[in-house]
């Protein structure tokens, strides 16, 4: 079955703790982004990448760190945690980032205290 | 299992046409359903809905939502080049004080002209 996974569905964390949030993709695709959604403020991207070490910052970058090493993993990392990161997060993947249907992970609930 | 379906998949039509676009859902604890369009990098918003029957516009866009019948529709009337886009259906759901969204795969809609 095709599908995004994003690891762990909940996390609640303490200001400065290092996480990382996985993204695994089966698609073989070529194009993965991490969004952000908060209420009343819609999805904001925050990182995306192109392909296999090719990533670039979206609308909203600030604390936030990603890698891609490999075509089907997009990790979004947070070095220092703080409340503002507190958010729904969701990881996509499409074959193309132009006019392609992107494919949404389950999301992420991050809590930050 | 909470999901979200769009149709159609994809559409193509000429310039000056009206298109609608339907999205049906099964959720529980719907909260509201949001529409986006996508056809850069990330999807930008539309519209939100929450109440049933009551009509959103902006410009040549249109949506409404019947909360019975678990669906909403997208209008767009004379379209343009410029609505070619992919549209994503998606539902926020309200579980236990926390949010969660719930996307569609989205209707692909080409405009020549």
């Known amino acids: 079955e095709a599908q995004v996974t994003q690891n762990p569905r909940y996390l609640i964390t303490v200001t400065g703790k290092k996480l990382t949030v996985t993204c695994s993709q089966n698609m073989n695709h070529e194009y993965m982004s991490w969004y952000r959604q908060d209420p009343g403020l819609g999805l904001r991207q925050i990182y995306y990448?192109?392909?296999?070490?090719?990533?670039d910052k979206g609308d909203v970058p600030e604390g936030y760190k990603v890698s891609r090493k490999e075509k089907r993993n997009f990790p979004l990392i947070l070095e220092s945690p703080s409340p503002n990161q507190t958010s729904l997060y969701f990881c996509a993947s499409s074959t193309g980032w132009d006019t392609d249907t992107q494919y949404f992970g389950p999301g992420t609930r991050l809590t930050v205290l | 299992e909470d999901k979200v379906v769009q149709s159609p998949l994809s559409l193509v039509v000429h310039e000056g046409d009206t298109v609608t676009l339907n999205c049906s859902y099964e959720v529980t604890n719907f909260r509201s359903l949001l529409w986006y369009k996508q056809e850069k990098k990330a999807p930008t918003f539309l519209f939100m809905l929450t109440s049933s029957g009551i009509e959103k516009k902006s410009g040549r866009l249109s949506s409404i939502l019947d909360k019975k019948e678990l669906f909403s529709i997208l209008n767009i009337t004379a379209t343009q080049t410029g609505d070619s886009a992919v549209y994503l259906c998606a539902v926020e759901t309200d579980q236990t004080g926390a949010n969660n969204l719930f996307f569609g795969t989205g209707t692909r809609l080409t405009v020549i002209p």
């Open positions: 990448s192109m392909n296999v070490e090719v990533t």
